[in-house]
């Protein structure tokens, strides 16, 4: 037995589990919520907490919900688990997969998925295939795949993968006390927002929370649909997690947003960038740039004003920095080389 249960152990009375459900665990959820010191004097807002992500199992928030809807396929029966990525989703469905002796295919976007996230789904043994067209034709194939009865299909739009997915919220409540003020998280098929905010909801009726947080999600400029209020044909960024142009889960992210008296709002390519190397170089902590935007959208809003009433907010910082490598190398020029010596390091050092 691991030290911490299993997500599907710890959360089982709140999700669509039954005694049958395969206890399948990688070790996901639990994850840090960690605070932020330089983001609380930028902002000025006295409690700003990151929740940790990049630490579950394959590296982002996905494999909360990827284990519950894995372990429900395998009580159904099922051989094979199918998916559209822009990479995480991939990679957590790809390990599951392999851990539950199933297979998986994954369908990418060609050319828009971080290195480290294609090595994962390779890795784990997923059958991969990538389209020409961004995510959201890569999402329409998978789903008449699995109409056809071809696999079972584990995007967001099934619905266990955001009964796992909203444990965050849970986990957030528990280690708070509460719910926070405010939720600053990245949107991009908007699965993670409409979760979110159903397992805030069902914290405030369990009464492991007295309040409900506002919710605040970030889409990026050139693939902003709910902001805009139509599709993006063409999405555009360089967070290409988010990089969506017709989010399945749209009504959801809407009734977040508005339920709890939020805002889904745009941040630009350069603030992504910015925020995203903030973090790593002032908190220590090394997310991709999709869930930089999140960072990026609490900031502008905090230097706009808009947060003064707000004392305790949380980040979800959703996937690992690691995950894409070359945008990481981006944020430095070349490397020095020099002979192994310390005057020649010293030099090199200070230069
Ligand atoms: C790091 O992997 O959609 O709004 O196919 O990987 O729930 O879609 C990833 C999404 C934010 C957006 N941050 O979450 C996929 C995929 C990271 C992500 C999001 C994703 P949703």
């Not at 947060?307 to 980040?315: E, N, Q, W």
């Not at 981006?330 to 020099?338: R, Y």
């Amino acid at each position: 037995m691991p030290a911490v249960p299993s997500l599907i152990e710890r959360y089982a009375a709140h999700l669509p589990v039954t005694d049958r459900t395969p206890r399948l665990t990688l070790g996901e959820g639990a994850t840090p919520l960690v605070r932020a010191r330089a983001l609380e004097r930028e902002t000025g807002i006295p409690e700003v907490w990151l929740k940790v992500e990049g630490q579950n199992p394959t590296g982002s928030f996905k494999d909360r919900g990827m284990v519950v809807a894995v372990a429900k396929a395998l009580e159904a029966g099922a051989r094979m688990v199918l998916c559209a990525s822009t990479g995480n989703t991939a990679a957590s469905a790809a390990a599951y997969a392999a851990r539950a002796g199933l297979g998986c295919a994954v369908v990418l976007p060609a050319g828009q998925v971080a290195a480290g996230k294609l090595a994962q789904a390779i890795a784990h043994g997923a059958r991969v295939v990538a389209v020409r067209g961004p995510f959201d034709a890569a999402l329409a194939v998978v789903r008449s795949l699995a109409e056809q009865g071809e696999a079972t299909l584990v995007n967001s739009v099934n619905p266990d993968r955001l009964e796992g997915q909203k444990t965050a919220a849970y986990e957030v409540c528990e280690v708070l006390g509460d719910a926070p003020d405010a939720l600053f998280i990245p949107v991009g098929n908007a699965g993670n927002i409409t979760a979110y905010w159903k397992g805030f909801v069902e914290a405030t009726a369990l009464g492991l929370a007295r309040r409900r947080p506002k919710m605040y999600g970030y889409q990026a400029e050139g693939a902003a649909p709910i902001v805009r209020g139509s599709p993006v044909a063409e999405p555009e960024t360089v967070a290409t997690a988010i990089r969506v142009g017709n989010p399945a889960s749209w009504k959801g992210a809407v009734a977040a947003r508005d339920e709890s008296g939020g805002a889904i709002d745009a941040v630009s390519d350069g603030e992504i960038l910015d925020a995203y190397g903030f973090v790593a170089r002032c908190e220590g902590v090394f997310c991709e740039p999709a869930s930089a935007a999140a960072i990026a959208g609490l900031r502008r809003r905090a230097r706009d004003g808009g947060l003064r009433d707000l004392r305790r907010v949380v980040c979800v910082l959703t996937g690992n920095g690691m995950k894409d490598p070359e945008r990481a190398r981006s944020l430095a020029g070349a490397i020095a080389e020099v002979e192994a010596t310390p005057d020649a390091v010293r030099r090199a050092l200070r230069s």
